[in-house]
């Protein structure tokens, strides 16, 4: 893109600022899939319509967007959760008296869960099973690029539910989702009958729309947390992917755990902030930097709630 049609950079106040050494996890650390690095240490990204770069200079956090985008500061405020509302709620974890937990947090200063758009969260999950991140970046990309809207300079939004629905087979192989072209089409088609689906999943109780989300095809419990967290902003939810797997296991002695036992453990464990926690541990342990200082695991193995 010809920096002709960029802002200038300009300064991201928030509350809770983002070291240098923090971009490229809080960015490509497995919450969003469309963020790459650029040959300047920048990152450009698209989420929901908004596209924008990020950077840390000596000034600190810096933004900068396409000229003729009116929104695209507000956006990045509200993404990075500018007010510092998870800042406060970290204060509610139990990492005074959790040596592991403690270790994570401070080996990822300023770590925070990012405000995705529920459509583009799902999406990005239902490419996840049994993917690296990288590759699912590929297979985000793909669909973008050959089913969503442009939004000038090679960008484009993910596609539409209907997009996908309509999509045919050579598209869909050509996007390397595999079998997860089935989970996509048949999400696409049941949601192309629920227009309003992502304001009726936010008005469910959490529980409730853990549920709701596992109706969809592709959709298990740890793909519906993922979505709870990462695209409702429910930090309650506490996804169980094979890296948090490895961390409870290894740091708090929870070998043999099923990851729904797991899943109930960290809500349990982790409180109101669950999702803060797990993605410090998730972090932490796909970077080696996991502290190995044992906790005490419960003298009983906690049972999954049984559905209603």
């Not at 596992?214 to 169980?240: D, I, M, N």
């Not at 094979?242 to 409180?271: N, R, S």
Request: charged content about 20%; glycine content about 8%; some cysteine.
């Amino acid at each position: 893109m010809a920096s002709a049609e960029w802002t200038p950079w300009r300064p991201l106040r928030l509350a809770e600022a983002i070291p240098a050494s923090m971009l490229a996890e809080q960015l490509d650390g497995g919450q969003s899939f469309r963020w790459t690095e650029s040959p300047d240490g920048s990152w450009v990204g698209v989420f929901g319509r908004t596209l924008a770069a990020l950077r840390v200079s000596a000034q600190g956090l810096e933004w900068r967007g396409p000229k003729q985008a009116a929104h695209t500061e507000a956006a990045l405020l509200a993404y990075l959760d500018a007010a510092g509302t998870q800042a406060r709620l970290v204060e509610s974890l139990p990492w005074r008296s959790d040596p592991v937990l403690r270790a994570a947090r401070e080996a990822y200063p300023g770590l925070r869960i990012l405000r995705q758009d529920p459509h583009e969260a799902l999406i990005g999950f239902l490419c996840s099973s049994n993917k690296r991140i990288l590759q699912i970046r590929v297979m985000v990309a793909a669909l973008a690029t050959k089913l969503g809207e442009p939004l000038g300079e090679g960008f484009h939004a993910l596609p539409t539910w209907a997009a996908i629905a309509s999509a045919d087979d050579a598209t869909l192989r050509a996007c390397s989702l595999g079998y997860r072209a089935a989970y996509l089409r048949g999400t696409a088609k049941l949601l192309l009958a629920r227009p309003r689906w992502a304001e009726e999943f936010a008005a469910l109780p959490t529980a409730a729309l853990l549920e709701e989300l596992q109706t969809l095809p592709g959709v298990g419990p740890k793909v519906a947390a993922c979505v709870a967290l990462f695209g409702f902003g429910r930090l309650e939810s506490f996804p169980v992917d094979t890296w948090v797997v490895q961390a409870l296991a290894d740091a708090y002695g929870l070998h043999g755990w099923k990851p729904a036992q797991l899943e109930q453990f960290g809500k349990a464990h982790f409180g109101e902030a669950a999702g803060l926690a797990q993605q410090y541990l998730f972090s932490a342990a796909r970077h080696g930097k996991l502290v190995r200082a044992e906790v005490r695991p419960p003298a009983k193995t906690p049972r999954p709630r049984r559905k209603r």
